[in-house]
């Protein structure tokens, strides 16, 4: 595989991980942030997810959610939602770019194999 396509792909998997999993799949389901990211970022407390949906217009509403770290011994707060997102985006990032190799190097045996 040349080094060109291997930053594709590299691209490639930090969009997909950080934009449409982590921010958007995360805001859809807040909890699969939570298994990506929650032992990585709160390791000293219990993480938890806190969901405020609030209208601003009738017939509409927004939900905003808030990733938190309880610290386990004197109960302290800590927001910790944008280090959630980061590095819930790289870990779904590295998964998928493993899964693009695997696919780019079994579509490459199977096109050596037919020549």
Not at 26 to 32: D, R
Not at 38 to 67: A, K, N, W
Not at 77 to 86: E, F, L, P, Y
Request: aromatic share 8%; hydrophobic share 50%.
């Amino acid at each position: 595989m040349k080094l060109g396509g291997l930053i594709w792909l590299v691209i490639v998997s930090l969009f997909v991980g950080i934009i449409l999993c982590s921010i958007a799949a995360g805001a859809v389901f807040p909890g699969l942030n939570q298994l990506a990211a929650g032992p990585l970022v709160c390791r000293h407390g219990t993480f938890q997810i806190h969901q405020d949906t609030y209208s601003y217009r009738p017939g509409e509403s927004d939900t905003m959610t808030t990733d938190y770290c309880v610290d386990s011994t004197t109960g302290v707060k800590q927001d910790i939602s944008g280090k959630v997102i980061i590095v819930a985006g790289l870990v779904d990032s590295a998964v998928i770019f493993v899964i693009l190799v695997i696919f780019v190097l079994v579509q490459r045996a199977r096109q050596s194999a037919k020549s």
